[in-house]
T-cell receptor, first 113, second 113 residues
Framework: DTAVSQTPKYLVTQMGNDKSIKCEQN?????MYWYKQDSKKFLKIMFS???????INETVPNRFSPKSPDKAHLNLHINSLELGDSAVYFC????????????FGPGTRLTVT | KQEVTQIPAALSVPEGENLVLNCSFT??????LQWFRQDPGKGLTSLLL?????REQTSGRLNASLDKSSGRSTLYIAASQPGDSATYLC????????????FGKGTLLTVNP
């Protein structure tokens, strides 16, 4: 059973396009996250939702918009893609937003050409 | 602002050796510290979570210690195996960064048969 899943696994697109990445967790967790891992492998949080409410919103261009339709899903929509958006995007979840382990999905490798 | 440093950046050891990976953080007011493993092209796997009130956690051949006052954690791997080869990431929650995880850049471990 996959705990945290993401689709697609790979995404290649051209500059200026709009794309979405989907994340689902079947762990019954309340909190979900989006992270970005850049070309230097540095991992940094972008957003976090707790019970469908946005609780962390880092300094991310407003071309990035997360959406949580329910506790088990957190999607990431990116408008007007730029070359610098190329990275691996990871979704994660935890039981609550303080003090618990985070469980990561397999990642979505986004390449913008 | 919390900063996490991991030393060394890369480590190569022969199979069977015991080894230590180091992690330091600048703000000791953390909630917890988590060690992850990342295999090439894969997501992160949580190895150990140490709460701020704890001194260490053990799982199999892995032992993680936490010295919150000095801002340090170590991950000890006993009797290393080639399958332990991966990047090991340290992340802390809290310490001026609220509840979000702040990651180090990782230690790339290679265990040679």
């Amino acid at each position: 059973d996959t705990a945290v899943s993401q689709t697609p696994k790979y995404l290649v697109t051209q500059m200026g396009n709009d794309k979405s990445i989907k994340c689902e967790q079947n762990l019954g967790h309340d909190t979900m996250y989006w992270y970005k891992q850049d070309s230097k492998k540095f991992l940094k949080i972008m957003f976090s939702y707790n019970n469908k409410e946005l609780i962390i919103n880092e300094t991310v261009p407003n071309r990035f918009s997360p959406k949580s339709p329910d506790k088990a899903h957190l999607n990431l929509h990116i408008n007007s893609l730029e070359l610098g958006d190329s990275a691996v995007y990871f979704c994660a979840s935890s039981p609550e937003w303080v003090g618990y382990e985070q469980y990561f999905g397999p990642g979505t490798r986004l390449t913008v050409t | 602002k919390q900063e996490v440093t991991q030393i060394p950046a890369a480590l190569s050891v022969p199979e069977g050796e015991n080894l230590v990976l180091n992690c330091s953080f600048t703000d000791s007011a953390i909630y917890n510290l988590q060690w992850f493993r990342q295999d090439p092209g894969k997501g992160l796997t949580s190895l150990l979570l140490i709460q701020s009130s704890q001194r260490e956690q053990t799982s199999g051949r892995l032992n993680a210690s936490l010295d919150k006052s000095s801002g340090r954690s170590t991950l000890y791997i006993a009797a290393s195996q080639p399958g332990d080869s991966a990047t090991y990431l340290c992340a802390v929650s809290g310490g001026g960064s609220n509840y979000k995880l702040t990651f180090g850049k990782g230690t790339l471990l290679t265990v040679n048969p």
